[in-house]
């Protein structure tokens, strides 16, 4: 099938540059000497996640532990899920999944170190647990080196948990400094910091400057977006994801609607100049969405398309479209290799 | 099961409200003769379209084909797309639909005429159509009544085809002007205007100043949300949908992050302060979002949620948060009463 016959707005997946995006980043890293541990919140997609193993990613990262159990039932064995796990249903669906699968996890308060510690004890499994640090994402974390080591210890001192390093999003200036430090606290407690978790991808390829991080987590990479266009980080030729639009009404001259707009696109904006790009037509601007309508402005353009044309465009941020699409669709030279459920979406618990 | 066993982030409907908004439109358009149209894209869920109909709802509205399908399946058989259909494939779905329910479509452009009278045409079925016209909203539609009148005639004349009135998306000032200019174009072919759609929650309650307008199409009210509350439409006493978050981390005294970003609220932001009201703190302010991170700045409040607490979150657009649930909990007094599926959540084509 080709893929000016599938209805839209469709969710395409350049499998060439997808299979690029992924071996770049893992070469990076292995000169590097850095894991590689991707986060699935982009594609949410088992195939993909298997690929990035394949090419010899460590692991994965999760955000949601939904997202882990769809990952871990497709064979996926070793996943950090970065993030607070609280509450006794859900400590519950973790202990059944620590017996599957590696896993382990992130905290940045002892409110979530004893919820951890207690169901993990109670089910007789052991449970790696990373510190969270802000290392100047300024989103959760523990503020300071003194903090992140007075939480190792309780971790190491925790029934069930085993300390596993730590963690930080993204990885910038202020990363190394701060886990000098805490590595120094915890030394005098003979406490051992051999893994510290970097992420991000607009500044992936400074990955390797943060020379304490062991391993790195990217997920935006693998598909790409308007995002990593403005931060350069990656080239329009490795944008993997696009949506297929069909121009469903031209009320005006200038005035143009697609049938995509906020529930096919998110409204993330990211401070970029209109809803995103399209291919075509680069000089025309998504000025607004509404739920199921793009607002496009085709007046600077030198020609502007007809009702019932097909527009490609590359979305502010791939990783809120894809959560919106029940199915990408891998395309090979213009025809249509493989159909993918979304299979972690909506996996919000 | 109580509410507060339910992991977050959760989806909840206060079935009383629901009861409430879905009675009290009903009534009011009742008492002014307009019709009832209410668009599912706000809830997705056939139960409470069929709520709307056994309070009076003439039939309901979609936007997108596969919305339809959805409730055609679940017995709903009356049915408005108010939505320019194109596509070969497309189309064969309409028909099909067609044959199983009393579809009705709208259309602002020959093209898109042409292509549901060469579908109904082969098929050998009747398709109402309605004439989108722009009266200020500024999206898709014709834009003056003489176009309007040019497409009613083209309309009338295409086989498979019943010219079946005008659709305007908000109805509101302009709309009484454009219809009339419209009928009088129109009285002169001998066709007649017997049905006029306005739509829109935020003026709901001014529908019956639009005197041309025999029907009305109103998504959000059911829900409420904060851009109800900001523009006035609605009381906080009847926003029926909350999103019930967990607070995952304390980072530091002012700083409390939810376990809910952009991909459980989207990022739609209504020219609103922050993304969200949180019940139990109104005075704070969830200031940014990460994808699966409420960033919330209590600062302001006399007292600030410990790391483990839930609080309840009144979100910026309901439509667009029932849309990334793949199901919302009905709630009454407190007691789980119904799971719903979003049954029609991503249907995009």
């Known amino acids: 099938m080709r893929i ?48 990035q193993l394949a090419a010899g990613a460590v692991g994965v990262t999760c955000q949601k532990l939904g997202e882990a159990e769809i990952m871990a039932q497709a064979g996926v064995n070793n996943i950090l899920i970065t993030y607070n796990l609280l509450g006794t249903t859900r400590l519950e669906r973790l202990v059944r999944l620590r017996r599957r699968a590696e896993v382990s996890v992130t905290a940045d308060s002892v409110t979530v170190v004893r919820g951890l510690s207690a169901a993990m004890g109670v089910a007789g499994v052991v449970l790696e647990v990373l510190v969270e640090c802000d290392t100047g994402g300024q989103r959760a974390g523990v503020q300071t080196p003194a903090a992140a080591a007075e939480l190792a210890r309780q971790i190491s001192a925790a029934p069930g948990l085993r300390f596993g390093g730590l963690m930080t ?157 029940n199915h990408v669709v891998g395309v090979r030279d213009g025809e249509v290799e493989v159909i993918w459920p979304v299979a972690a979406r909506g996996m919000l618990t």
Chains 1, 2 share one sequence.
């Open 169 to 325: 999003y993204p990885s910038g200036p202020n990363t190394d400094p701060f886990v000098r430090e805490t590595k120094a606290l915890l030394a005098a407690d003979g406490i051992a910091v051999t893994r510290v978790s970097g992420g991000g991808s607009p500044r992936m390829w400074q990955a390797h400057e943060c020379r304490e991080v062991t391993e790195h987590r990217a997920g935006t990479y693998v598909y790409g977006d308007r995002h990593m266009l403005a931060v350069g980080a990656m080239t329009l030729d490795e944008c993997a994801l696009s949506v297929h639009c069909t121009v469903v009404s031209r009320p005006t001259a200038a005035r143009g609607i697609l049938d995509g707009g906020s529930k096919t696109f998110s409204s993330d904006l990211f401070n970029l100049d209109g809803y995103g790009l399209i291919l075509e037509y680069p000089a025309a601007r998504i000025y607004s969405f509404s739920e199921e309508h793009g607002h496009v402005d085709f007046g600077a353009c030198p020609s502007a398309p007809e009702v019932g044309e097909r527009v490609t465009v590359i979305p502010n941020h791939a990783c809120v479209v894809s959560n919106l699409f």
């Open 4 to 51: 000016d016959e599938l209805e839209t707005p469709v969710a395409m997946v350049d499998l060439a540059r997808l299979e690029h995006n992924i071996a770049r980043l893992q070469a990076y890293l292995d000169e590097r000497g850095i894991a590689n541990r991707p986060h699935i919140k982009t594609h949410k997609i088992p195939e993909i996640a298997h690929m």
